[in-house]
Structure formats: C-alpha cells, structure tokens
C-alpha cells in the first residue's frame, strides 16, 4: 500500500521493540521468573487481543482504489506518518508472547555460555537484532514490488486471508496458554524452548 519509503518504518518499529525486550531481559528482568510470567494466561489474552484487534483491521482494511480493478494497484499517495507505521510494526511485535518467550529462551542459554564475556554477548545480540532489522527491510522492499503484479481485487482478499490469520492465531494463542502452558513447571521439559536450545548448542559443541 504504502511503497518501500513509507513502509520500511515498519521493520524500524519490529527492531526497536526487539531491542526493548533483550534490554529488559539482561538488566530490570534479569533476576524475574519469566518463564511463569510468559505462560500466564492474562500476558496471552492480552497479546491475543492486539493481535486479534490487528486481524480485524487488516480483514476490513481495503486495498487502494485504481480506475479499473484489473489494473496494478497504486501506492497510497496521502502523507502516512512515519511514526504511525513504525508504531503499527512496534505493537504488533511487542505484545506478541511469543517474541517474548523467544528472546527470553536465547538469552537464558546464552547467558549461560557466555556469562563470563560481555563483549561477547554484546557482539552476539548486535549481531541478531541487525541482522533481524535486516531481513525485515529486506521483505519490505520485495513487499514494494509485489505492486506491479498484483490489482486491488487480489490485495483486498489477501488483505482478508491476513486478518484471518492474524484472528485465528490470536484464538490459538490464549487457547494454548490456557490448555497446556498456564503451568510450565508440569510441562515435559522437552517442550521447554529453553531447553531446546540448550539441546542445539551442545549439539554444536560435540560436533566443533
């Protein structure tokens, strides 16, 4: 809708919320029980009902009118502020759970590896999160292209499936919060990311 310039915000707002979350982890939250706090079903309705809230938006949302429906869409050509884009890309990665959870497993094992090199841990998350700010341009810009083959007819239902997805993920969230992770401490420990990504670096240890 909004062309590469306008919407590369976007993946801005996704990295600074990234970036959020590995500061709180390794400085006010590092001596916090995350792991109960992620499972708890309130944290899950609350990032179900952003997600659920974004899913609804985007179902509604319609693509910009061309002259004729079979031709290529156009960009939005209304002055969308940054900070509106990059505010959209922020929510939806910051009360996702799921991100939460995701970090909190790397860094709980990285911390663990390397607690004795700050330098190192430094190196290792700036290394992440560019890289991650990265790709996110990267689709961004592939997104800016899709304009040329696409009509407003085929963004509007794509605009639909998204919502949906968006919704029905939302819905799977607290359900699954609410059915097997409201307590962590019964689950197998092989269901445990943290433990999953141990299991992936001592399988590289023992092949270096």
């Not at 706090?37 to 319609?62: E, P, Q, S």
């Amino acid at each position: 809708h909004y062309g590469f310039r306008k919407s590369v915000p976007i993946a801005f707002g996704i990295s600074l919320s990234d970036v959020l979350m590995v500061l709180l982890f390794l400085t006010v939250l590092s001596g916090v029980e995350m792991s109960s706090v992620l499972h708890n079903v309130y944290v899950a309705t609350i990032g179900g009902v952003i997600m659920a809230v974004m899913g609804i938006y985007t179902f509604r949302r319609k693509a910009q009118d061309a002259e004729d429906t079979g031709s290529a869409i156009k960009f939005d050509s209304t002055a969308t502020k940054w900070y509106y884009v990059a505010g959209q890309g922020f929510l939806l990665n910051f009360f996702n759970p799921l991100i939460w959870l995701y970090w909190f497993s790397l860094i709980s094992v990285v911390q663990g590896a390397l607690s004795e090199s700050r330098l190192g841990m430094v190196m290792l998350f700036g290394g992440v999160l560019i890289a991650t700010l990265s790709l996110d341009i990267l689709k961004c810009r592939l997104a800016s292209l899709l304009h040329r083959i696409l009509t407003a007819k085929v963004i509007m239902w794509i605009n639909k499936g998204t919502g949906i997805l968006l919704f029905g993920f939302a819905v799977y969230l607290v359900v699954s919060m609410i059915l097997f992770q409201t307590h962590p401490e019964t689950q197998n420990n092989n269901n445990d990311p943290t433990k999953m990504v141990e299991k992936v670096f001592k399988a590289t240890d023992s092949i270096s």
